[in-house]
């Protein structure tokens, strides 16, 4: 039932999962880069983050995009089943979250840029649904790896929703908190809309800019 999709799972509902690793192809279909760490020889320059903002898809290609963005994958976050596949997350009770792994050097981009591009990317006030696409898998959210990423996440949140209330919409709902583990996603799923540039996109925000 999808009334079972909108709420997160509890232990005891969760599927068990698995040990395994998704076996991957280490390079990203569009810039050739890796997609799984260590990411290039002088890592400690780069940062990781993580955004849920929808299907994973279309919240991908926003970020490969990005200058200064070194690579991203797709996968999923926040949950409780180890190793989940897509049908699992699907049926709402591994409690994971459809999220996009965006590394980046913030020598040439910042994280507050980022976020903006979060921000506007989505319609952060719904919940768990994203559009027509409805479930736990795409709720809003936040994942850092530092806890400067964190402060600046909770900044920016705060003043979209001032630019928010001022448009009249609804209360933001994106979590906000350390990362999780991450687990890949199937290698279709990786830059799917660079392999079928006509595919699916549920990606659109608000038309509020981020006064960032």
Known sequence: MLSDKLSLPSQDRA???????????????????????????????????YFGLGCFWGAERKYWQIDGVYT????????LTPNPTYEEVCTGLTGHNEVVLVVFDPQKVSV????????????????MRQGND?????????????????????????????????????????????APTFYYAEQYHQQYLAKNPNGYCGIGGTGVSCPI
């Open 15 to 49: 599927l068990p999962g698995r040990d395994q690793a998704m076996q991957l192809e280490n390079v990203h279909f569009v810039n050739g880069r890796p997609i799984l760490p260590p990411f290039r020889a002088d890592d400690s320059v780069l940062e990781t983050i």
């Open 72 to 79: 991203t994958a797709v996968g999923y976050a926040a949950g």
């Open 112 to 127: 507050t840029n980022l976020l903006s591009i979060f921000f506007e990317s989505h319609d952060p006030t719904q919940g």
């Open 134 to 178: 409805r479930g736990t898998q795409y709720r809003s959210g936040i994942y850092c790896t530092n806890d400067a990423q964190k402060v600046e996440a909770e900044r920016v949140k705060h003043l979209y929703q001032s630019a928010l209330s001022a448009a009249e919409h609804n209360a933001i709902t994106t979590e906000v908190m350390m």
